[in-house]
């Protein structure tokens, strides 16, 4: 019989390699990290963030290019945020990191009505600290954590809630033109990442600390592609990759293709098809 622990090494060394894979060529393909970068990488204590980190990490050591990682972690003064669990981790594994001090809790709870969801204003308040910080420290990139399942998520939220065909970029420039935000694990499937995350054993800080209701919206899509992915497995993929091959002419939006300025052009030498088959001789390119 084959030793259970050994079995279990060998699945988790298969796993780290593909996330690492992944995000290797998420980076390669967007080109996220630049010799000489400041990358900042945003911690929230959840699995996805430290993932990340790790993967960073490892990438630090054997990627040809130079560039250095500052860990960050924005508290935002919710009662009963274990402060001690995020220094104690990133001081263990010798990683260099700035915790922001910033009561975004307060200000959430005064604007929003009791009951509401509170994620998209905290969200912003959120973001809106961590590019300060950025610019303050000279931080060329700015890491956050969404992975593919995120990404394709999104894409269905903006879809049936908000009518625009609109994800997660792997790669944004902030509307201010100061801040590069990267999304490292965008190539990453959401269950490889809580695997390696329960292997690793990371100290995770539960994200429900706020007392927000969950976003409902969110978490249908989640519930209708994990229901796609069991019956129609190979579908998640095929839209993620409909995501990376898109092309404009065959939609509708007239300020991303000039349909008003198409003209036909009567001396094209584009040769017509011609068909064996009976009735299909009209056939063209």
């Given at each position: 019989m084959s030793d259970p622990s050994q079995k279990s090494r060998t699945q988790f060394n298969k796993l780290q390699k593909r996330l690492r894979r992944s995000v290797g060529e998420a980076i390669a393909d967007f080109n996220m990290i630049e010799p000489d970068d400041k990358v900042m990488v945003c911690l929230s204590g959840g699995k996805d963030s430290y993932t990340m980190l790790d993967i960073l990490l490892n990438l630090q050591k054997t990627a040809p290019v130079n560039f250095e990682i500052i860990a960050v972690n924005l508290d935002q003064k919710q009662p009963g945020f274990p402060e001690h669990v995020l220094p104690e981790y990133l001081?263990?594994?010798?990683?260099?990191?700035h915790i922001i001090e910033h009561d975004t809790y307060s200000i959430v709870k005064r604007i929003i009505p009791e009951g509401q969801t509170t994620c998209s204003l905290c969200s912003r308040l959120r973001r809106g600290t961590l590019y300060g910080f950025a610019r303050e420290h000279n931080i060329t990139k700015i890491a956050l954590g969404h992975h593919r399942d995120d990404i394709i998520e999104t894409f269905f939220l903006n879809l049936f809630y908000a009518g625009k065909l609109k994800a997660m970029p792997p790669k944004l420039l902030s509307d201010d033109k100061q801040n590069i935000v990267i999304r490292p694990l965008a190539y990453c499937r959401e269950k490889d990442i809580n695997r390696f995350a329960a292997f690793k054993q990371f100290p995770i800080i539960p994200c429900n600390l706020c007392g927000s209701q969950e976003n409902l919206q969110r978490k249908a899509m989640?519930?209708?592609?994990?229901?796609w992915d069991k019956q129609f497995p190979g579908r998640i993929e095929t839209i993620f990759a409909g995501l990376q091959n898109i092309a404009p002419s065959q939609m509708l939006d007239t300020g991303l293709f000039d349909f008003a300025g198409l003209r036909r052009d009567p001396n094209s030498t584009l040769a017509r098809v011609v068909s064996d088959e009976p009735g299909l001789d009209i056939l063209e390119r």
């Open positions: 001081t263990s594994i010798g990683v260099p990191f989640k519930q209708m592609l994990n229901g």
